[in-house]
């Protein structure tokens, strides 16, 4: 594996999570429990899809193979996909959704905190722009973890619930491999094993507040962000999320 | 409705703006949500730069039943528009 075969790798694991889980967030657009959620919502699954525009863009141009982002995003089929696996599970409720949300934005957050100081200045720009995009996207989502968690009973359930679900799928944000080793070697990405202590103290620190009990066990579900394996939902999200150019190629507006 | 949250009034100073500008309402359950909220529903076109909330049970208003005599004195007395006097143009808008 060249550099830039595996800077092209990174560029799709981050564009690839963004953009799978901007889609997922915005399948509550007209169903979120109240307007505002429902508004606050869109403006975050637009963001992520913003960001994916810059990650994706940025890996066609590495690529150097003539595909920009949108022939990336809409015509790579799913074992093409480097998206962690916690971005493509079903939303399940507005408490699911909120806890998967967190536990996203506190990775990006901590992630895209060393990627500003990335030796390549491409992706240190990308990293400027959506860290302040993403220190929102922290802030609301680790509110409503806590006032869900610490809130009725029956939130306070779901939110135990939803955790339990979700967090054999955080294990998969800190698995390092290959890439993520020639990745730190030059400068250019954290190992993400060494973010593990900060994110956790980050998460258990909300949890806490929300009355919520941190899981111990460290069992991780991964393939996401290699490709091996994804889950079965993928393949239902491309479906709806690339049809159109592929009944249509090459359509636009 | 025990169950709603309650309702708030947004006000807005635009970036140009010289003074908050009301721009509508919304709901949420506390002060700080409400301006999250607010940032979510009334700034995404970059609209704004700073936000002010307050719940409106907490503004007094004027009855409408008492248009009549709040207002209608008023009306007769044109000589308090300042529009009987030159102003300079080097003055600019006022």
Redesign the interface.
């Known amino acids: 594996m060249t550099r830039d075969e595996a800077l092209f790798e990174f560029c799709l694991r981050m564009g690839d999570s963004t953009l799978v889980l901007g889609h997922r967030v915005s399948e509550w657009c007209g169903h979120a429990p109240?307007?505002?959620e429902d508004?606050?919502l869109a403006?975050t699954a637009l963001d992520l899809i913003g960001q994916t525009q810059l990650w994706l863009g940025l890996a066609g141009e590495v690529e150097g193979k003539g595909r920009d982002a949108d022939q990336l995003a809409f015509l790579r089929d799913a074992w093409d996909f480097r998206n962690l696996l916690l971005t493509e599970v079903p939303n399940g409720d507005f408490g699911r959704t909120l806890m998967r949300q967190f536990l996203f934005d506190a990775w990006h957050s901590v992630y895209l905190a060393r990627l500003l100081k990335s030796s390549d200045k491409r992706i240190a720009d990308i990293a400027e722009k959506a860290s302040k995009e993403v220190a929102?996207h922290l802030?609301?989502s680790a509110?409503t973890v806590v006032?869900l968690g610490d809130g009725t009973e029956e939130s306070h359930q779901r939110m135990e619930a939803a955790l339990a679900y979700l967090w054999p799928y955080v294990g998969e944000m800190f698995a390092g491999d290959a890439v993520d080793a020639a990745m730190a070697e030059a400068g250019i990405a954290p190992d993400p094993a060494g973010l593990r202590e900060e994110y956790d103290a980050l998460v258990g620190r909300v949890l806490a507040e929300a009355t919520l009990e941190m899981p111990e066990s460290r069992f991780a579900h991964k393939g996401g962000r290699n490709g091996a394996m994804h889950t079965e939902h993928l393949g239902h999200i491309l479906t709806q999320m690339q049809w159109l150019q592929r009944a249509y190629p090459g359509a636009s507006w | 409705m025990k169950n709603e949250?309650p309702l708030w009034e947004v006000f807005i100073r635009g970036q140009h703006g010289m003074s908050h500008r009301h721009v509508g309402s919304?709901?949420?359950?506390d002060a700080?949500?409400a301006i999250?909220?607010a940032?979510?529903?009334y700034t995404?076109r970059n609209e704004g730069v700073s936000i002010w909330v307050v719940e409106a049970r907490h503004i007094a208003a004027s009855s409408p039943s008492d248009k009549g005599p709040l207002y209608e004195p008023s009306e007769s007395k044109v000589y308090r528009h300042p529009t009987f006097f030159d102003i300079p143009d080097e003055v600019g808008a006022m």
């Open positions: 109240v307007l505002e508004i606050a403006n929102y802030e609301r509110d006032a | 949250w919304l709901h949420a359950p700080e949500m999250k909220n940032r979510d529903v995404r």
